[in-house]
């Protein structure tokens, strides 16, 4: 089958023919119905630094948000069935780990990425464990249903910031992550959602398709003094990040009121200076956050199910597995909200339908 793969510790992506392996007992065969373009693969493609320890993996299939059906099933696989859409948590848990064996397996501390440290779904098929399939309602759109791990990521960053009613909002970042960060904001009752980018007049448009009406494009105002202007009369409850760019934690850190939460999303390549004395005299807090929780996923899918049609304004560009590298352009410059690669006869009927 055609894959797409990081081959080597540098630079650049290799579109191969290899060898689809079946299922172990526990694993499930999937055929790949859509894969979405994230920033993790354009970090891996650029080989940046925080992307090196994937070294001892390579050479490995890339790819981590995406849906299909089950085409074969392991020997002691339970309650997943033949043909069966599902989505996939892309974090593959050791199951030995004292975190695993105490059933905390949210807490592993080996962990390996779909994707990244092992085989993902920028591919025909992508073997899977099954633990790690996420049921999804038949008939719903293949695209929408490959949106699932990235709304989990804009998910569990409105939880770890405690959204609540009536809560003044920024978002940071009008990508895929920062509109998913928006919607469930709205969702948790946020009286103000504002959402910020840097010449990102497309993905602002999508915002808009969405039903937000607060947005600022930096690129046509300074972003120090855009939201200065939105700070004078009420700085903002929350503050969350889907950038990682490291000259946005300062402005945001200003615009936050005093006991006010920054939320951190964004993967930065390299360490960001805080003016910790500011943060400290403001009591302010400073949160990571990254990926959902097993038990979230179902509540995201059941917002995916409610909001399919919304969603799909997401899904900006379509590509074939055979062009991902056009995907991977698109995503780059910022012209797409979410590229999603087909493999390519599922591309030629997606066109044709």
Known sequence: MKSLRKTSPQHGLQLQDVTCQPPSAMEVLIQVK??????????????TQSYHFMTPALPVTIGHEFSGEIV???????GLQMGQLVTVRPSVVCGVCPACTAGQADDCVTRKGIGVMRDGAFAEWVRVPARNCVPLPQGMDPLVAALAEPLSVSWEAVRTAGVKREDRVLVLGPGNIGQGIALFAREAGAAEVVVAGHGDADRLQVLRQLGFTQLLDFAEQPMVDALANLCRERAFDVVIEATGAAAVITPALQSLKSHGVL????IHASPVPIDLTA?????????????????????????????????????THCVPLSRAGEGFDLARNKVATKVMVLPDQSFAEWVNA
């Not at 074969?72 to 339970?78: D, L, N, R």
């Not at 939320?263 to 964004?266: E, L």
């Not at 956050?289 to 995201?300: C, G, L, Q, T």
């Open 263 to 266: 939320v951190i999303t964004g």
């Open 34 to 47: 859509a894969t979405g373009v994230c920033g993790t693969d354009l970090h891996i493609d650029e080989w």
């Open 72 to 78: 074969e099933i392991g020997s002691e696989v339970t």
């Open 279 to 315: 943060l400290v005299r403001k009591h302010q807090q400073l949160r990571g956050s990254y990926r959902a929780s097993e038990a979230d996923w179902p509540k995201v899918v059941a917002y995916m199910e409610q909001h399919e049609t919304l969603l799909r304004h997401m899904v």
